[in-house]
DNA sequence: TTGTAGGCGTTATCAA
DNA sequence: TTGATAACGCCTACAA
């Protein structure tokens, strides 16, 4: 039904030859030619057919993202951010992006990748939330396959990746608040699988350690990257007999749960408690107080990723593998003294 | 390089024929052949190549969706949720979800949409953020293309659309904050060109007329779907000679802003003043103090969307077109009175 | 500068 | 129950 180059060619008498050769622009084809040819193209709406094309060129210029979603319907809620990046990135460079969902470590979600790898659905892939120990990272490696990580795993392996050093910048984290005098620091946590985890709770025990302060374990909560998780391990923390004076959490989600639990104990964030998340979700500025966190620019990081990705699948050398993103440290009321203007 | 359907025919000495009838799983070949066949694909790590399937089947099974990303990288706050329902839904019938963001109105969203459906990228599209007068859904009835909307725009035409009644339940929105006595509300509204500014105002006037209550046009402002927007927005009402009581805001991002102006003009939102958003995005339930607000299950309105679409490009009778979906008014404490515990 | 022809990997038609 | 064969629409040696 749609319009093919057949179309395009018996129109203007041509073969579709050069038709198609018109239309990608080579140099051996006559101005007048080339003219006519697109012109016709575009009256008659023609535009190459993408299955055709993927099957000669062996490429389907498209990049792939599986998104981690956890139970009914959870997602990062700097999700939309990513996407947008990768996104647009991707269309700068003629890339279509595909997606899915699926749970981290379901049968589906292998499906879904053994799909998209063998069935040459996308020529690589964007992955995320990394575990220690990563399926994903060893099966593309042994494919061969191309693929960009955020962090990396545990895994051996040569591989692109952009990183946020969370041990480094969540030790920083640490050390804003106890320059502000806090001793009771309380860490809320996630799954140990996560790579994101084991490094910032790394941060959390290393500045402890650096600052002489002891590591109490009824300070340590784990939660699943949820506000409402973050909303139960503060509760734990704040009914202890000896309470924290300050909480920091492994992402802003859990710390905004625990802005709302500190609410509902009538406990003021920012004199009496301070409370630090990691991330900088949108909406980490217009929580109550405002959130102190680090701030990662996840669009930015999201374009970076892309661009590694298309040089690997360019098979271009590969440059630096390993990149890393500063974020910023941004200081808000949670974590500072009454600000009552 | 990627083993073919080839391979797995010479490997078991049968004809590439069978072998793919037997992975279809047809009832005309040998429950042996069928069993064999499906083993040694397995083994051998086959899976179809996705574009000569395409090809040759004429169709992609891969639905589309073009986010309107207005300006560097803003975007929906629900685009998370909204993306992992058409993604579960889509995976759930064996389809694949392609994302891509354009401005809206751009000559890229145009090229984006073209090179979709004419070169059957996808087999279907969603589309959300309908303008008034929307090309895109001129351009898809006429091309005859499978799509399905958010709300409709005012084109005329039959297409399928899940909606949510804006200005019937921004009417409800108006009516709990009249009935705590509210006399002067005031109105942040978005672009006029788009259909949720047309309905959710709309609801906002009616209410207004029904109750006896003068429209003052110093009351309404227009923003732009931002936390920013609704801040500056609300400066402007906040210090005007005889501000209003009350401020209904178009969408939740918008009144985010509201509530961090209000807070840095010392104003107690609850008690002084009245704040009201629409959408219910994540993060709206954890505003200080939380946001009363009108709840779309945006989840669910994708895995519908999905639904709707999958029927259309199947060629299924239309069923039910326009299907409503109801939202939740949720009142929190943003427009009631002190609540203190 | 243009045209001919072969094949990318599948599925579907038809015959065996 | 299985196999040979012809497309699907495009790109690209190679020939003219």
């Keep these: ?39 016709t193209a575009q009256e008659m709406g023609y535009v190459p057919n993408q299955a055709a094309r993927q099957l000669r060129r062996q490429r389907s210029d498209t990049i792939g993202y599986l998104l981690p979603s956890d139970t009914p319907h959870f997602s990062d809620p700097y999700v939309a951010e990513l996407v947008a990046g990768l996104g647009d990135q991707a269309s700068e460079h003629g890339y279509d992006l595909l997606v899915a969902t699926a749970q981290p470590g379901s049968t589906a979600e292998q499906r879904a990748y053994e799909r998209w790898t ?39 392996g040569d591989y692109p990746s952009v990183e946020v050093d969370g041990k ?85 989600m859990t710390a905004t749960g625990v802005l709302h639990a500190a609410h509902d104990h009538g406990i003021e964030v920012g004199s009496d408690l301070a409370v630090a998340g990691f991330d900088g979700i949108l909406g980490s500025e217009y ?6 966190t680090v701030n990662q620019p996840v ?11 298309i040089h690997r699948i360019h098979g ?19 974590t500072q003294g009454r600000n009552k203007n």
């Design 1 to 39: 039904m749609p319009v093919t180059i057949r179309d395009v060619a018996k129109r203007l008498n041509l073969s579709i030859t050069t038709v198609s050769r018109a239309m990608d622009g080579y140099y051996d084809v006559a101005e007048e030619t080339q003219r006519l040819v697109n012109q």
């Design 118 to 156: 063998h069935g040459r659905k996308v020529d690589g892939l964007i992955i995320t939330r990394l575990r220690l120990q990563d399926w994903r990272v060893q099966y593309l490696l042994q494919m061969g396959f191309p693929f960009v990580t955020k962090e990396r795993s545990d895994d051996p």
């Design 168 to 252: 480094r910048w969540f030790r920083l984290l640490m050390e804003h608040l106890i320059a502000l005098g806090h001793r009771r620091i309380a860490y809320i946590g996630a799954s140990a699988e996560l790579k994101i985890q084991s490094d910032r709770s790394t941060g959390y025990r290393q500045a402890l350690e650096a600052e002489g302060l002891p590591l109490i374990p009824e300070l340590i909560q784990t939660g699943n990257l949820s506000a409402e998780s973050g909303y139960q391990a503060a509760q734990r923390l704040l009914t202890l007999p000896n309470p924290p004076t300050a909480i920091a959490c492994v992402d802003d």
């Design 287 to 292: 929580t109550q107080p405002p959130l102190t």
């Design 299 to 309: 669009y930015q990081i999201a374009r970076r990723m892309v661009e590694l990705l």
């Design 316 to 334: 271009e050398s590969p440059g630096q593998q390993q990149i890393f993103i500063e974020p910023e440290l941004v200081i808000r009321q949670s």
